[in-house]
Nanobody
Framework: QLQASGGGLVQAGGSLRLACAASGRTFSSYAVGWFRQAPGKKREFVAVMTRGGRITVYSDSVKGRFTISKDNAKNTVYLQMNSLKPEDTAVYYC????????????????WGQGTLVTVSS
């Protein structure tokens, strides 16, 4: 089970850190990812970390501003979001899968419940 937290209201240019805690699984054995869904839009890929944590990939829209990381001791995955923009407003979801490098939303078998991020202009 995945539990996402850390969302909230922030002004443009600000920062937030999302967390995704896992119960019943060890993140070190999973690839992990973050997705988001803005109002009226489809869910989209944000970032992924391959199993073992060696490789990270970001969407072009967040590259250079967001960072995915993992703390195996705390069994928690983070998404550090800096220089936030109003277009980053969305519900953010964490996901995990045993595949080494899931490449799409459909590849992820486990999902958290989502946490809302609102960026005001």
């Amino acid at each position: 089970q995945l539990q996402a937290s850390g969302g909230g209201l922030v002004q443009a240019g600000g920062s937030l850190r999302l967390a995704c805690a896992a119960s019943g699984r060890t993140f070190s054995s999973y690839a992990v990812g973050w997705f988001r869904q803005a109002p009226g839009k489809k869910r989209e890929f944000v970032a992924v970390m391959t199993r073992g944590g060696r490789i990270t990939v970001y969407s072009d829209s967040v590259k250079g501003r967001f960072t995915i990381s993992k703390d195996n001791a705390k069994n928690t995955v983070y998404l550090q979001m800096n220089s936030l923009k109003p277009e980053d407003t969305a519900v953010y979801y964490c996901a995990a899968d045993l595949q080494y490098a899931p490449s799409s939303e459909a590849d992820f078998g486990s999902w958290g419940q989502g946490t809302l991020v609102t960026v005001s202009s």
